[in-house]
Nanobody, 116 residues
Framework: QVQLVESGGGLVQPGGSLRLSCVVS????????MTWYRQAPGKQRELVAR???????NYVDSLEGRFTISRDNGKNTLYLQMNTLQPEDTAVYYC??????????WGQGTQVTVSS
């Protein structure tokens, strides 16, 4: 059974930073590309960033430079460092396995709220 457990969200002021974590179990983590998604209230879930098994990274254009995706294969953990946060970054953030067969699994997400 694939499990994804996100954490690290919270309330932060505009301009602040957060680091999200996602602990993955049930797969050989190092073999898979991983992604972060987010879903803002009333909006569809959208892709934020992707990291391949060998560490290559891709971002949504509007977020590149503020967000950094990384992974620790020894800890089966995916990270998302988020800097200079803005109110429009408010959303529930989810990690996901970038695989056709495994992408059906989702964690509970972690809430990020950017507000003064």
């Amino acid at each position: 059974q694939v499990q994804l457990v996100e954490s690290g969200g919270g309330l932060v002021q505009p301009g602040g930073s957060l680091r999200l974590s996602c602990v993955v179990s049930g797969i050989i983590f190092r073999d898979y590309a991983m992604t972060w998604y987010r879903q803002a209230p009333g909006k569809q879930r959208e892709l934020v960033a992707r990291i391949t098994s060998d560490g290559s990274r891709n971002y949504v254009d509007s977020l590149e430079g503020r967000f950094t995706i990384s992974r620790d294969n020894g800890k089966n953990t995916l990270y998302l460092q988020m800097n200079t946060l803005q109110p429009e970054d408010t959303a529930v953030y989810y990690c996901n396995v970038n695989s056709r067969h495994l992408s059906i699994y989702w964690g509970q997400g972690t809430q990020v709220t950017v507000s003064s």
